[in-house]
């Protein structure tokens, strides 16, 4: 099974894929509605509406492993998100990204190692991963690397249609 076709659900409970969500890149985000880096869902979002029409899909991923700072609920984020970020880009349901019941999405995700070659466990919300046209991913961002940063940019720009 590849990245693409591991099942997913969504936030309003529907069953899906990477490959149905997306038909281009897409950049993978764990996010959590307490966070001192929930503001990064400002630049995700503008992200996901400038590279929309190359390809690109921002894809949400709700977790509460982190000091509990995504307690609510499908409906509570989803609300949260739309109201306070105006966040159009699709959702996840809430999962586990580290430990023994780690998403197959987040066993896949976690062994690309980032800059400094250091693969594993996500560190904390907001890490990103960018995968390209076909399901590779092809870098993986830490949480305090803003989406807007330049690098992120650039990585996205590498993978999309010009």
């Not at 029409?53 to 000091?67: A, D, E």
């Not at 959702?91 to 690309?112: C, F, M, S, W």
């Not at 466990?121 to 399901?135: C, I, M, R, S, T």
Request: with cysteine; charged share 20%; net charge negative.
């Amino acid at each position: 099974m590849t990245l693409t076709e591991i099942p997913l659900t969504t936030l309003d409970g529907r069953p899906t894929t990477l490959a149905e969500l997306a038909d281009g890149a897409v950049l993978i985000v764990n996010v959590a509605s307490k966070c001192g880096l929930t503001p990064q869902y400002s630049a995700l979002e503008q992200l996901a509406k400038d590279y929309r029409g190359r390809g690109l899909t921002v894809v949400g991923v709700p977790c509460n492993q982190f000091m509990g700072q995504e307690p609510g609920t499908a409906e509570e984020i989803q609300t949260f998100c739309s109201t306070t970020y105006g966040v159009t880009f699709p959702l996840l349901e809430k999962i586990d990204v580290n430990g023994a019941g780690r998403h197959p999405l987040y066993a896949e995700l976690t062994q690309v190692a980032d800059d400094s070659g250091e693969s594993g466990d996500v560190q904390w919300n907001f890490e990103k991963f960018l995968v390209a046209p076909g399901g590779n991913v092809v870098k993986r961002f830490r949480p305090r690397t803003v989406p807007d940063d330049p690098e992120v940019i650039s990585a996205i720009e590498d993978v999309l249609p010009r």
